[in-house]
């Protein structure tokens, strides 16, 4: 059974720095792509950064220079660094695996059950 962890998230004031972190099991973590995703009140779910089995990655426009993906093969495990976060940021964010992964954007076929970030002014 494919599971999603995410933890990390909270309560930060715009400037401020969180780290996420998605433990995964019930698959062959080198054979996936994985990354984060996020919804916004009333707002739609939206990518935003993920990492290859080839460690090519995107970010979205918005948050390039202030978050950070990574991995770490040996623990099954994602992480998002968040730096300089604004109030924008503020969603539920959540991990996304697809596996196994072959090549594109990243199409999940897994979730985890997310993470609340939120960012005061």
């Known amino acids: 059974e494919v599971q999603l962890v995410e933890s990390g998230g909270g309560l930060v004031q715009a400037g401020g720095s969180l780290r996420l972190s998605c433990a995964t099991s019930g698959f062959t973590f080198e054979r996936s792509a994985i990354g984060w995703f996020r919804q916004g009140p009333g707002k739609n779910r939206e990518a935003v950064s993920w990492?290859?089995?080839?460690?090519?990655?995107y970010y979205m426009d918005s948050v390039k220079g202030r978050f950070t993906i990574s991995k770490d093969a040996s623990k099954k495990a994602t992480y998002l660094q968040m730096n300089n976060l604004k109030p924008e940021d503020t969603a539920v964010y959540y991990c996304g695996v697809e596996y196994p992964y072959y090549s594109g954007d990243l199409t999940p076929d897994y979730w985890g059950r997310g993470t609340q970030v939120t960012v005061s002014s």
């Open positions: 990492i290859t089995t080839r460690n090519d990655v």
